[in-house]
């Protein structure tokens, strides 16, 4: 609820005074102008009920990438590894509403001196 109120304040510009409206803001809010200044009455707890603003959806996709072929045969490679700390991340930003996308892009024994690589194409495709 907002209400308005007449009061007299000094005008620092002009040097006298003048009539005007002074802003009350009652309620749940406990904020109050009076006397050329606001205070706020809430406190924490009370601040803590507002609704927060729902997070933005952002999709995160995940590529990743190893120069050599040596060491993918693995059960556990370089590319996994990557994976994981990428989807680790993205699962930490979880509260600002970040997923994780299902779709590998994975580019195993590509050199990253070039944009020809088939995960990467497909990832720019998939955008």
């Not at 308005?4 to 109050?32: F, P, T, V, W």
Request: with cysteine; hydrophobic share 30%; net charge neutral.
């Amino acid at each position: 609820m907002i209400a308005s109120e007449d009061y007299s304040c000094a005008d620092q510009h002009i040097g006298g005074l003048r009539r005007g409206k002074m802003n009350r803001i009652s309620g749940d809010h406990g904020i109050e102008h009076s006397g050329g200044k606001w205070s706020v009455g809430s406190t924490m707890a009370e601040l803590e009920k507002t609704p927060k603003r729902p997070a933005r959806k952002t999709r995160c996709a995940i590529y990743t990438r190893k120069s050599s072929e040596e060491g993918l045969e693995q059960a556990f490679n370089s590319l996994d590894a990557q994976r994981e700390a990428c989807a680790a991340y993205i699962l930490s930003q979880k509260h600002e509403g970040w997923t994780v996308l299902p779709t590998q892009y994975d580019d195993g024994g590509f050199s990253g001196g070039t944009t020809e690589r088939p995960a990467l194409q497909r990832l720019i495709g998939d955008i």
